[in-house]
């Protein structure tokens, strides 16, 4: 069965960058289709979609966020790496990464981490 | 501030049937297939429908999809205690300065 989960830092200091990193099984991310994305969660707050990147190393990122995501993926280790630059406490956040694919013109993400609680301050 | 715009509540008693609306524009479900979650209290988002109208495997069929122009639309029939949750419609934009969004959310409340 598809798993994923989320590890890096719980705290971070703002101007700071966050590392998070997907470690899954159940898939390959070698697989047409197929992909991995990361949504974040502030608090009391609604899902926002941070990034993606598919089986064949395209990636979207959320314009709003601009230059500060990168997201690349690890395929011999199954691993999708998310850094997020210049941390701020406004990106205080549950950080979940999710199997996505894409048969459908909206990309699915069909199983989800348990998420990562994520707080930025000094 | 998503560009999907969802009531922030709805309820409805054990057995009632609840609707909650999604609604966007030409660019994201006009134009692109709707996704609905379920987020339990201090859980992950699960997927109950996906590509407007389709319910994974194990989704109970009280939960049904529909789309129409620039709304979607989530129906839970016989609604249930375990329904309890929040939930989020989801759509892909076709504006490139947007691309993914989700719902503002509906807290739906069993009476």
């Known amino acids: 069965q598809i798993t994923l989960k989320e590890s890096g830092p719980t705290l971070v200091k703002p101007t700071q960058t966050l590392t998070l990193t997907c470690t899954f099984s159940?898939?390959?991310?070698?697989?047409?289709?197929?992909?991995v994305g990361w949504i974040r969660q502030p608090p009391g707050k609604a899902l926002e979609w941070l990034a993606l990147?598919?089986?064949?190393?395209?990636?979207r990122y959320s314009p709003s966020l601009g230059s500060r995501l990168t997201i690349t993926k690890d395929t011999s280790k199954d691993q999708v790496v998310l850094t997020m630059t210049n941390m701020d406490p406004a990106d205080t956040a549950t950080y979940y990464c999710?199997?996505?694919?894409?048969?459908?013109?909206?990309?699915?993400?069909?199983?989800w981490g348990q998420g990562t609680l994520v707080t930025v301050s000094s | 501030q998503s560009v999907l715009t969802q009531p922030p509540s709805a309820s409805g008693t054990p057995g009632q049937r609840v609707t909650i609306s999604c609604s966007g524009s030409?660019?994201?479900?006009?134009?692109?297939?709707v996704h609905w979650y379920q987020q339990l209290p201090g859980t992950a988002p699960k997927l109950v429908i996906h590509s407007n109208n389709q319910r994974p495997s194990g989704v109970p069929d009280r939960f049904s999809g529909s789309k129409s122009g620039t709304s979607a639309s989530l129906a839970i029939s016989g609604l249930q205690s375990e329904d309890e949750a929040n939930y989020y419609c989801a759509a892909w934009d076709d504006r490139l300065d947007v691309y993914y969004v989700f719902g503002t959310g509906t807290k739906v409340t069993v009476l």
């Open positions: 999710a199997h996505l694919y894409s048969t459908s013109s909206t990309p699915i993400f069909d199983y």
């Open positions: 990147i598919y089986w064949n190393d395209d990636k």
């Open positions: 159940g898939f390959s991310l070698s697989t047409s289709g197929v992909g």
């Open positions: 030409n660019t994201n479900i006009g134009s692109n297939t």
